[in-house]
């Protein structure tokens, strides 16, 4: 997803409004992080004051007379160390709260960008690559409050940097002129900087989620990468993001690398300006020499708020840019309404789809599509590749809406009922199986209190109980990721029986059987008729046995209903049903002819 560049005026307000709401957000951890950096700062400008009064009353009275009073070191000793026991609690308070403020927000906001792609409908992830999802949840959230780190402190010692302007001009304004010169500079070197790194941050954070992206499809197609050989591709796709990340990381640091040194330099310029003037009026006795040393160590001390201002104003371009990118997925409506209708419980619902059309972009996938499936009855869906059948199972789960038409349950269309009305009522299972690094059972259950007995009722009807208790652990195996310690049909009735131990009134199987053999499935769907209520059932299907068990046949044929009818009716009506039935049929048989001559060829 593409982010545009924030305006350059506006960084630094817009960084700003961030942090407040950084503020709003953990108020408490907030205090205390800033009391503590108040606390440190007081402290330190008291050091000023320490310093002053045992250059004062101690070193320059033992350098006249060449004896120093025991009692006044003593004395100077305990103020020194008071001072800096107090200055540890500062920084303790101030460093523990930010980072817990900073580690808080992340994990607040990852969990809101992760809850935000759960509520956001199919058709809004088709739009957006995984690579960009991920980076969003991660390094996006991440830039967003990366400047919390440094903000309490500047916040505190913001209060140093008054304090300390005024203390400065209250003992000598004429130095204090003078060092103020570095004010206007470290104003207009702010300019530059966030008008420079803002366009530079943008172009970071893209790509941060282009390199994300060709790394998921990477590793996700590894199996065809590997098979045909596209490594050397791969790698070199990989490069050139990588690269393009790296340049724009480098010149990131070229300006950061400007930046920080200039904003170390300019209160040290003022320093050496003061020591300057102050040199000639001590001389002319205009101060003495503890107020130079007071006026000098203040100018020093204001090296610290203008560094933590300078860390928060180096990451304010970032976090903008993260925070664009992150609100453009809190933000995000999708294209699904809801109201706030249920159906009532019951048995299996009728479906009814009404003159549904369904589009890719430009690209009409469905037209004047209309049919109705009474409750508890099987209707097998048919039809060439390409010619809508995984659309229109999307469409009756309501992972995307009809570009036209409606489809309805009990005569209530879907986008009347309340969000998770649809998930109450109906699962599908796609022929890609997707299964969690977890135990069968998790997989199955998903976190839902679930009994032992009612998964493996499920794993009975979908033909997995043998084999599962044939694994180690049973229901307790872990399967690996994606289940790759199954073989394809296992996943695909293990998703099966996820589907079925929720007891869906609509069930929904896009060829969710074909890498099982037509003995089994067969049993699967003996078993799913035998299974306690009858729940209404739309199966994708090729194979003539899958489809004759069906009490209606719907044949799809370039996104329009072409033939509706028995299965005996459509083989003798319907030319290309007709064609693409048996063609499997026929190829099945060449199959089963071919494997003995493929044996025999084999030596002993």
Not at 220 to 234: C, N, Q, W
Not at 469 to 493: F, K, N
Not at 553 to 581: C, K
Request: proline share 5%.
């Amino acid at each position: 997803m593409t982010v545009p560049v924030p305006p350059l005026r506006g960084v630094i307000r817009r960084g700003f409004g961030v942090l407040g709401v950084a503020v709003r957000e953990e108020p408490r951890i907030f205090a205390v992080s800033a009391l503590g950096s108040a606390l440190f700062a007081l402290t330190t400008i008291g050091q000023a004051y320490v310093f002053g009064a045992i250059t004062d009353r101690v070193i320059e009275p033992a350098l006249r007379t060449g004896n120093a009073d025991r009692a006044a070191l003593a004395i100077a000793f305990c103020a020194v160390m008071l001072v800096a026991v107090l200055k540890v609690v500062g920084i303790v308070a101030r460093r523990l709260g930010a980072g817990i403020m900073q580690y808080r927000l992340q994990a607040t906001y990852r969990r809101r960008v992760t809850r935000r792609y759960l509520e956001l409908p199919f058709s809004w992830h088709q739009r957006h690559p995984t690579g960009e999802l991920l980076s969003n949840a991660n390094s996006d959230v991440e830039a967003t409050w990366s400047p919390i780190a440094p903000f309490p402190f500047a916040v505190g010692v913001v209060f140093m940097l008054v304090v300390t302007l005024g203390l400065l001009f209250w003992t000598d304004p004429v130095l204090a002129l003078v060092g103020s010169v570095v004010f206007p500079g470290i104003a207009a070197l702010t300019v530059v900087y966030s008008r420079r790194m803002s366009p530079l941050m943008t172009r970071a954070q893209q790509l941060r989620g282009e390199v994300s992206g060709v790394a998921h499809e990477s590793f996700d197609g590894a199996l065809v990468v590997k098979t045909l050989g596209r490594e050397a591709a791969e790698t070199a796709r990989f490069r050139d993001r990588a690269e393009q990340l790296r340049d724009t990381m480098t010149a990131v640091g070229r300006v950061r690398g400007l930046f920080d040194p200039l904003m170390e330099a300019l209160p040290v310029l003022g320093v050496l300006l003061v020591l300057l003037a102050g040199t000639s009026r001590v001389g002319s006795g205009d101060i003495d020499a503890g107020q130079l040393v007071r006026v000098a160590y203040l100018f020093t001390l204001l090296a610290i708020p203008v560094r933590a201002i300078g860390w928060v104003l180096n990451e304010l371009p970032r976090s903008v840019v993260g925070w664009d990118r992150v609100q453009s997925v809190l933000t995000a409506t999708g294209s699904q309404e809801h109201g706030a209708e249920r159906l009532p419980a019951g048995a299996g619902v009728g479906v009814g789809v009404q003159d549904v059309a369904f589009s890719y972009g430009s690209t009409e996938v469905l037209r004047e599509v209309a049919f109705d499936v009474p409750a508890g009855r099987t209707i097998a869906v048919v039809g060439p590749t390409g010619s809508g059948k995984s659309s229109l199972a999307t469409l009756l789960v309501r992972l995307v809406d009809p570009t036209s038409g409606s489809v309805r349950y009990d005569d209530v269309d879907l986008r009347r009922l309340a969000p998770g009305a649809v998930c109450e009522v109906a699962s599908l299972v796609p022929q890609s199986a997707f299964l969690f690094d977890d135990t069968i059972r998790g997989n199955i259950t998903l976190g839902a209190e679930l009994a032992d007995e009612l998964v493996w009722n499920a794993l009975r009807v979908a033909q997995a109980e043998r084999f599962v208790q044939a694994l180690p652990d049973g229901l307790d195996t872990r399967i690996g990721e994606r289940g790759t310690t199954l073989s394809g049909g296992q996943r695909q009735r293990l998703a099966l029986a996820r589907a079925l131990v929720r007891r869906p009134r609509l069930l929904v199987l896009d060829d969710a059987t074909s890498a099982v053999d037509p003995q089994v499935e067969q049993r699967i769907l003996a078993g799913l008729r035998e299974s306690g209520p009858a729940s209404t059932v739309v199966v994708v299907a090729y194979r003539r046995a899958t489809i004759a068990l069906a009490d209606e046949v719907v044949f799809l044929d370039q996104g329009r209903v072409t033939a509706r009818g028995s299965h005996e009716d459509l083989l003798a009506a319907s030319p290309g049903y007709r064609d693409l039935v048996t063609a499997y049929e026929r190829a099945e048989a060449e199959r089963v002819a071919l494997a003995p001559q493929a044996d025999e060829a084999v030596p002993a």
